[in-house]
């Protein structure tokens, strides 16, 4: 029998038949074994974890069998709860495998603090006011005392006067000292100026006397 004739053959076709089966049996097993193994058909729904606390998200979580993992604090955000999630990846209602780990940012305990810069005083309130509201800060009362210009002469909160370097929580009030204008001292500063000059001619006196 010539090898063509073979390849027609009865047994042949039959032997080869049963290789084709074999091999779609071979395949359908382990197309079943992944998928059994991969938990392919156990899909759980993320739930949405907004404004929960952590303790409350680390219980549901692990009824789910799911993770979680915290990333960096994000800003403050006034309208949820202090430590509590405000944003989450993968979103409510992705579905993901059992033990998936999810992605939390907690909302801070509150806004951070915003060092007060130098070379605001004796600058114009057109400079002062951006600057101040760029590094997150409201401004107050604006008011006004004697001096020779209006540029700003002082920076207060809450009724204390603020120096350069201080550090105040972001959307502090700010208020405002300014110059009126009028060419006039504010005359407490005359008073104590008087004061010391004074003082320091009456000790000359006294040191010349003896």
């Not at 952590?54 to 799911?66: A, F, G, I, S, T």
């Amino acid at each position: 029998m010539s090898f063509f004739k073979f390849l027609f053959s009865k047994t042949f076709l039959i032997q080869l038949g049963l290789a084709v089966l074999a091999l779609v049996l071979i395949a359908f097993i382990t197309l079943q074994w992944l998928d059994f193994s991969t938990n392919q058909d156990q899909r759980i729904e993320v739930p949405d974890l907004g404004r929960l606390s952590l303790d409350v998200v680390e219980e549901r979580l692990n009824e789910m069998d799911l993770r979680y993992e915290i990333l960096d604090s994000a800003n403050y955000n006034p309208d949820y709860p202090r430590y509590a999630v405000i944003e989450q990846a993968p979103l409510p209602g992705k579905y993901v495998k059992e033990n998936r780990k999810i992605y939390l940012t907690l909302n801070p305990s509150g806004y951070r603090k915003v060092t007060i810069p130098e070379n605001l005083i004796r600058r114009t309130r057109r400079q002062v006011e951006p600057t101040l509201k760029s590094l997150g800060f409201e401004i107050g009362d604006v008011t006004t005392k004697p001096d020779i210009g209006t540029d700003v002469l002082e920076l207060r909160h809450r009724g204390r006067l603020l120096e350069p370097g201080d550090e105040l929580m972001k959307t502090s009030v700010i208020d405002l000292v300014v110059g009126d204008g009028s060419g006039r001292f504010d005359m407490e500063e005359e008073t104590d100026s008087l004061q010391v000059n004074d003082e320091y001619d009456y000790e000359t006196e006294s040191n010349d006397e003896f």
